[in-house]
């Protein structure tokens, strides 16, 4: 019950989300039609990363410039921003309804822009059209899902809109493998985007308004009579108490439910303690390196040795099934083991999975076969000029082949076995055809290795320990630590940061692993992966089993809890309320 004090820890919550199912199909009926917005906040986070493979080979100015290729995947992050910022407001102006409609419009139409392009300039407009919608619907869809359910499963349903984002990530795969043969590949990739998106906005056209919105200006009987749909008979009074109390109190607090500063964010101790978790989850959230692999994972493997655009994507459809399973895994335990234990757990994951990835990518980048003098006839006018000129060309290994860049060079692999020495030419189609015809492996990105391989062992562990915690939990603890009155306004700050620091990983990825290699490039999440660790030990509350309303109360007991092994204020609170 929302409006109690205690709340009994809900191991049974998962069970209890099947229950609701057959008492009360309502309330699923509003968690998932919002919940098509994480679906497609998944389905854009994945679909690129297959698209990229082929937009390259389309556009010659895109497989030149590492740049460039960021900027198309990185565009849609950088509309999200400004889409997360109007969002909150959007939100508290005119409701979370409201939002998720506009959302869907947006998306729509970025999706028609992107499968009409034809060039870089009109794909990246139509990746600024996405990211809008997307960064709208990233911090709305949890916001309407936690206000409109019960407190005993509102970690559970939150949760299922992780799911459906790391559904949607799979589902884009499964698509860009679908595409990898029709004509026009990557336009139908992208172009798909636009259904889930017309079929959310007619969802959410005949679905209410936010019941806790609703109240909050001063439309009671609206609000009323969708929380008697929403919660038992027996529930319902108490929580229609719970949010007038809650509603009252604001205003005597404040003297009037007008407008929010921020400096009035900062000064009032349990939003700003509020906001320190739940912006630093989103922050560590992309620094972490996820959107590494959701963005760039066919590319990975690709630098890992993989030469086929086509196996590439099989493969990533591995990481992303198990994201996927992730987010079923965490609305088991979210309400069964609590969101802070979840994190650490996760986080451990993390590091480990992130060290393994460094120590492989540093043996294939010292370990790549050696380059042999021109050994066929065809391709004698076609020696990288940087080898033929080298001083020191009899040390030259495919990873520095790779190097060149005046022109670009690629490595045609042994026919024999890939790993024997191969031939280092000019990187262009006529090289590369020929190359195929000769059934040897042409590589451009990542050089033959024995022990490649794994890493499909290091993203798939990484994904396994990332997708229950810190893929999910930061959502639901953002959804649930804002008092009312600051919950829209704080929701779009914090996905703002999310997305920020999104655009930064997303834009700096590629020429990180140009400049200074992959291994060092996943070394550096590893150590921000135990930075991570600490500010969740020491700065993120537990707030399992808590009433929305009382989350504020406990966050008022709570500072920084630096000796994070002794008995915290939130477990404290609990054992008071309890």
Not at 66 to 85: D, K, Y
Not at 380 to 386: G, I, K
Not at 445 to 473: D, N, Q
Not at 478 to 497: D, F, K, Q, V
Request: aromatic share 12%; net charge positive; glycine share 10%.
């Amino acid at each position: 019950m929302e409006g109690g004090l205690h709340i009994e820890a809900d191991s049974s919550a998962f069970r209890e989300c099947f229950s609701l199912a057959w008492k009360n199909p309502y309330v699923l009926r509003l968690a998932f039609s919002a919940g098509i917005g994480g679906l497609l906040f998944g389905y854009d986070t994945g679909v690129i990363s297959g698209a990229l493979l082929y937009i390259r080979d389309e556009f010659e100015e895109v497989d030149k410039n590492t740049f460039l290729q960021e900027s198309i995947v990185s565009m849609a992050v950088a509309g999200a921003i400004i889409g997360a910022a109007i969002g909150g407001w959007l939100n508290d102006r005119y409701g979370r309804r409201t939002a998720i409609l506009i959302a869907d419009f947006l998306f729509f139409v970025g999706a028609v822009i992107m499968a009409a392009a034809n060039g870089s300039s009109l794909l990246i407009v139509g990746r600024i059209f996405v990211g809008l919608g997307v960064g709208m619907a990233s911090m709305t869809a949890p916001l309407y899902i936690s206000e409109a359910s019960p407190a005993k499963i509102r970690g559970a349903l939150v949760s299922t809109n992780g799911f459906l984002i790391t559904g949607g990530q799979f589902l884009s795969y499964l698509i860009n493998l679908a595409f990898t043969k029709a004509p026009g590949t990557w336009r139908w990739m992208l172009g798909v985007a636009g259904l889930p998106a017309l079929i959310q906005f007619v969802l959410m056209f005949f679905l209410p308004e936010s019941p806790r919105w609703l109240y909050r200006k001063g439309r009671e009987e609206e609000a009323k009579t969708l929380l008697r749909k929403i919660y038992s008979a027996n529930e319902v009074e108490a929580e229609i108490q719970a949010l007038k109390e809650s509603v009252e109190a604001e205003i005597q607090a404040k003297g009037s439910s007008g407008k929010i500063t921020y400096a009035e964010l900062w000064k009032t101790k349990t939003v700003r303690r509020g906001l320190i978790a739940g912006v630093g989850l989103q922050v560590f959230q992309q620094f972490v390196g996820i959107n590494t692999v959701m963005y760039y994972s066919p590319t990975i493997f690709q630098l890992a040795g993989i030469a086929s655009n086509r196996t590439a994507l099989l493969l990533s459809l591995v990481t992303a099934g198990l994201n996927a399973c992730g987010s079923i895994v965490s609305i088991y335990f979210i309400d069964r083991t609590g969101r802070k234990k979840l994190l650490i757990i996760s986080l451990f994951g993390v590091i480990l999975s992130l060290g393994l990835l460094s120590g492989i990518f540093y043996h294939t980048s010292t370990h790549s076969p050696l380059v042999t003098a021109t050994a066929t006839s065809k391709f004698t006018n076609y020696t990288c000029p940087d080898y033929s000129s080298a001083v020191n060309a009899n040390r030259w290994d495919c990873m520095k082949c790779l190097k060149a860049s005046s022109p670009d060079c690629g490595f045609c692999a042994s026919a024999t076995n890939k790993l024997f020495p191969g031939e280092c030419l000019i990187s262009n189609n006529t090289v590369k055809d020929s190359c195929h015809g000769e059934d040897r492996l042409w590589y451009t990105r990542g050089c033959p290795s024995k022990t490649g391989w794994l890493a499909l062992v290091g993203l798939a562990l990484y994904i396994i320990f990332f997708s229950p915690g810190m893929g999910t939990v930061p959502w639901i603890v953002n959804s649930e630590i804002y008092p009312l009155r600051y919950r829209g306004i704080c929701g779009g700050i914090a996905a703002t940061a999310n997305w920020i620091s999104n655009l930064i990983v997303a834009q700096s990825f590629l020429t990180l692993t140009h400049a200074i290699g992959t291994s060092w490039t996943f070394l550096i999440f590893g150590v921000i992966s135990v930075v991570a660790l600490f500010f969740v030990l020491i700065c993120v509350p537990e707030t399992k089993g808590l009433p929305i309303e009382e989350v504020e109360k406990m966050l008022e007991l709570r500072a920084l809890h630096f000796r994070f092994w002794e008995k915290s204020a939130d477990a404290n609170y609990k054992n008071q309320a309890a």
